[in-house]
Antibody, heavy 115, light 107 residues
Framework: EVQLLESGGALVQPGGSLRLACAAS????????MSWVRQAPGKGLEWVSA???????YYGDSVKGRFTISRDTSKNTLYLVMDRLRVEDTAEYYC?????????WGQGTPVTVSS | DIQMTQSPSSLSASVGDRVTITCRAS??????LAWYQQKPGKGPNLLIY???TLQSGVPSRFSGSGSGTDFTLTVSSLQPEDVATYYC?????????FGQGTKVEIK
């Protein structure tokens, strides 16, 4: 059974940094693409970043240059390092398995950027 | 970036009704269109990909159609457990953009 468990969400001040983690199980982690998708309170879904099974990375325009996606295949864990956080980065952050369409999603971890 | 536009933004229907949600892409995405269901407080759940392929485990009352720029999600007989917000997504090219969502309620 595929399981994705996000962690690391917190309250952080504008300009601060945070690292989110997504622990994956139930599939061959390094064979599949993975994504981060966020949802601001009361709003829709916004794709943030993705890493292919081969390690190629992509970012949305709103986070390019501030966020970094990475993975540790020995720990079956996906990461999202978020620097220079802004108030508008406040959202629930989901990790998801898949390349293009996203087959499995975690339950999310909340990030609040506020002074 | 490809823009995805859903309509309506919300709808209310009776149990057993046939419900249709439409999604329009700002340019041709072939059949690279997915649909997700999100219930309150939960992560999204994939229903359909490549416009019409039903994800394993999804009830057969859900179906998708379309290609190019115009797509449709249909629920053939609305059930109480279908109350949720539905999103379309372009999975043709990065960035994989989502529609703004359609909230479905029971009348």
């Amino acid at each position: 059974e595929v399981q994705l468990l996000e962690s690391g969400g917190a309250l952080v001040q504008p300009g601060g940094s945070l690292r989110l983690a997504c622990a994956a199980s139930g599939f061959t982690f390094n064979a599949y693409g993975m994504s981060w998708v966020r949802q601001a309170p009361g709003k829709g879904l916004e794709w943030v970043s993705a890493m292919s099974g081969g390690g190629i990375t992509y970012y949305g325009d709103s986070v390019k240059g501030r966020f970094t996606i990475s993975r540790d295949t020995s720990k079956n864990t996906l990461y999202l390092v978020m620097d220079r956080l802004r108030v508008e980065d406040t959202a629930e952050y989901y990790c998801a398995k898949g390349w293009g369409y996203l087959e499995y999603w975690g339950q999310g971890t909340p990030v609040t950027v506020s002074s | 970036d490809i823009q995805m536009t859903q309509s309506p933004s919300s709808l209310s229907a009776s149990v057993g009704d046939r419900v249709t949600i439409t999604c329009r892409a700002s340019r041709d995405i072939s059949n690279y269109l997915a649909w997700y269901q999100q219930k309150p407080g939960k992560g999204p759940n994939l229903l359909i990909y490549t416009a019409s392929t039903l994800q394993s485990g999804v009830p057969s009352r859900f179906s998708g159609s379309g290609s190019g720029t115009d797509f449709t999600l249909t629920v053939s007989s609305l059930q109480p457990e279908d109350v949720a917000t539905y999103y379309c997504q372009n999975h043709n090219s990065v960035p994989w953009t989502f529609g703004q969502g359609t909230k479905v309620e029971i009348k």
